[in-house]
């Protein structure tokens, strides 16, 4: 389960707490970190507390401009980038080391991630982001949603050849889609995104378009399933949270009988 730092600049309840949570139901959460809203003392402190509440793994991510929020007016902090709070975490876990330089007794145990975008221009840059990403400390990778298909598997298809593929866990992002304007909106409005005609059409034509929005992200899990280099799925299923088990289960995915 990912559970988000204040997505879309919003206010929300605490993702180093909701995360405590769900390891307390029996579920094994991904933390999601931002440099939005802490500098590197508060950063390092929370992720002390993560650990101390048993949370291993981290999503290190920029985090959405607070102009995009209910605190337009709030002032962000990005004292680092999501790069440097990745290579600032993996210190500390392996080198037992705050960023200052100064040693710590117990480190840290963590499992850290960060996003990458297969569909941003230029197209070229992409594989020489995540390679920067893997050396900067990331231990898996969470895509963005996957709508061409085509271009995600060139994408991976060019890490593989670089033997990025190796050395990180690649997860591919799912996110269904509910009806034919929401295709045309990411599509046309959302930066990063590549939405086919294909799909729009598919979703257009549908006789139920939420079924159709189900059938492709299930469609979408078995293509991932069988290339090479990736290793999972992230399942976003925005407001929509009672379709995952369906689109998992539809996709032929295990069911897992507890934390790992």
């Given at each position: 389960?990912n559970i988000?730092?204040?997505?879309?600049?919003?206010?929300?309840l605490?993702s180093?707490?909701?995360?405590?949570?769900?390891i307390?139901?029996?579920?094994?959460?991904v933390a999601?970190?931002?440099?939005?809203?802490?500098?590197?003392?508060a950063?390092q402190?929370d992720?002390?507390g993560a650990?101390a509440?048993?949370?291993?793994?981290?999503?290190c991510?920029?985090g959405?401009?607070?102009?995009?929020?209910?605190?337009?007016?709030?002032k962000?902090v990005?004292d680092?980038d999501?790069?440097?709070?990745?290579?600032?975490l993996k210190?500390?876990?392996d080198?037992?080391?705050?960023?200052?330089?100064?040693?710590?007794d117990?480190?840290?145990r963590l499992?850290?991630?960060a996003?990458?975008?297969?569909?941003?221009d230029p197209?070229?840059?992409r594989v020489?982001?995540?390679?920067?990403?893997i050396d900067?400390g990331?231990?898996?990778i969470q895509?963005q949603g996957i709508y061409?298909i085509?271009?995600?598997?060139?994408?991976?298809d060019?890490?593989?050849?670089?033997?990025l593929?190796d050395?990180?866990?690649?997860l591919?992002?799912?996110?269904p889609?509910?009806?034919?304007?929401?295709?045309r909106?990411?599509?046309?409005k959302?930066?990063?995104?590549?939405?086919?005609?294909s799909?729009?059409?598919?979703?257009?034509?549908?006789?139920d378009?939420?079924?159709?929005?189900?059938?492709i992200a299930?469609?979408?899990?078995r293509?991932?399933?069988e290339m090479?280099?990736v290793?999972g799925?992230h399942?976003?299923?925005?407001e929509?949270?009672e379709?995952v088990?369906?689109?998992?289960e539809g996709?032929?995915?295990?069911r897992r009988?507890?934390?790992?």
């Amino acid at each position: 389960m990912n559970i988000t730092d204040n997505q879309t600049a919003i206010v929300r309840l605490s993702s180093i707490a909701a995360a405590a949570l769900f390891i307390q139901q029996g579920v094994e959460p991904v933390a999601q970190m931002t440099v939005r809203d802490r500098n590197r003392i508060a950063i390092q402190s929370d992720i002390l507390g993560a650990a101390a509440l048993g949370i291993k793994n981290v999503l290190c991510l920029s985090g959405d401009h607070q102009k995009f929020g209910n605190h337009p007016n709030a002032k962000n902090v990005f004292d680092i980038d999501s790069m440097n709070l990745l290579r600032m975490l993996k210190d500390m876990r392996d080198e037992k080391r705050f960023e200052c330089g100064d040693e710590m007794d117990v480190e840290p145990r963590l499992f850290l991630g960060a996003a990458a975008n297969p569909f941003a221009d230029p197209f070229e840059f992409r594989v020489q982001r995540l390679a920067k990403k893997i050396d900067a400390g990331a231990d898996f990778i969470q895509s963005q949603g996957i709508y061409d298909i085509e271009r995600f598997e060139k994408w991976l298809d060019a890490a593989r050849d670089a033997g990025l593929t190796d050395k990180v866990y690649i997860l591919g992002g799912v996110i269904p889609l509910k009806s034919a304007g929401a295709a045309r909106y990411i599509k046309n409005k959302v930066a990063g995104m590549i939405v086919p005609d294909s799909i729009i059409d598919r979703m257009k034509n549908a006789s139920d378009g939420k079924a159709e929005g189900i059938k492709i992200a299930i469609e979408t899990v078995r293509r991932l399933k069988e290339m090479k280099g990736v290793s999972g799925v992230h399942i976003m299923a925005i407001e929509w949270e009672e379709k995952v088990s369906e689109i998992a289960e539809g996709a032929g995915l295990p069911r897992r009988s507890g934390p790992a």
